[in-house]
Each structure stands twice: as structure tokens, then as C-alpha cells.
């Protein structure tokens, strides 16, 4: 059975840092590409970053550009997400989705993902 779990989240001061994980178990994550995303309360899920199956392809909200990456290991089936200088207002779930099949992550808010993990909760703190 195809899963995703997604770890690391916690409660953070502002201008600290974080590092999330997507597990991905029940299927090779070779074949899908990844996107991050987030949910504030209240507010419609953002697309946060997109990592192509191969990593020559990474993509990023405006929001978040030069201060998160985004990273994947397929041998150890594992994508991260490296946040850096965290701010309050990227206070949300964060959840991991795969796509199957290569995407080059121009408008990966868009693409159809099929599987997402539960989410893990970031809180910075101002």
C-alpha cells in the first residue's frame, strides 16, 4: 500500500529552522514527483515546493524562495524540506503529495497528485 509520512514539524522561534521528511513506503519514489505543501487555519493549502523525479527540477512559492529547499534521496525514498528563517506566518500543516511520472515543477500547484501524507505541524513563534 502506497504511504507517505511526514515528520520533523514542532514549534520554532522566528528566524529559526526546520527540517521536514516525507517517508514514502509501498511504492519506489523514483517514478513520482514530489510537491510540498501547507495549510494555515483559515486559509486555502499553498503549494510550497516541487522537486522533479530526478532533482533537475525544483520549483518554489514566491513566499518561501531563498529560504526553503527542497531535496530528495530515492535510494532511502525520503524527501526533505530545509526551512530556514522561519517567519509566524509559515505557521501551517505541512503535507508531502506524489505524483507519478516526471514533471519539470513549472506549475506544480496544479498537477493532479494522488497521494498525500497526514501532515506535520510547524509553529513559529514570534
Known amino acids: 500500500q502506497l504511504q507517505l509520512v511526514e515528520s520533523g514539524g514542532g514549534l520554532v522561534q522566528s528566524g529559526g529552522s526546520l527540517r521536514l521528511s516525507c517517508a514514502a513506503s509501498?511504492?519506489?519514489?523514483?517514478?513520482?514527483?514530489i510537491g510540498w505543501f501547507r495549510q494555515a487555519p483559515g486559509k486555502e493549502r499553498e503549494g510550497v515546493a516541487c522537486?522533479?523525479?530526478?532533482?533537475?527540477?525544483?520549483n518554489y512559492a514566491d513566499s518561501v524562495k531563498g529560504r526553503f529547499t527542497i531535496s530528495r534521496d530515492n535510494a532511502k525514498n525520503m524527501v526533505y524540506l530545509q526551512m530556514n528563517s522561519l517567519k509566524p506566518e509559515d505557521t501551517a500543516i505541512y503535507y508531502c503529495?506524489?505524483?507519478?511520472?516526471?514533471?519539470?515543477?513549472?506549475?506544480?500547484?496544479?498537477?493532479?497528485?494522488?497521494?498525500w501524507g497526514q501532515g506535520t505541524q510547524v509553529t513559529v513563534s514570534s
Open positions: 509501498g511504492f519506489n519514489l523514483d517514478y513520482y514527483t
Open positions: 503529495a506524489a505524483i507519478y511520472g516526471y514533471y519539470d515543477c513549472l506549475g506544480f500547484v496544479k498537477y493532479g497528485y494522488k497521494d
Open positions: 522537486v522533479s523525479r530526478r532533482s533537475d527540477h525544483t
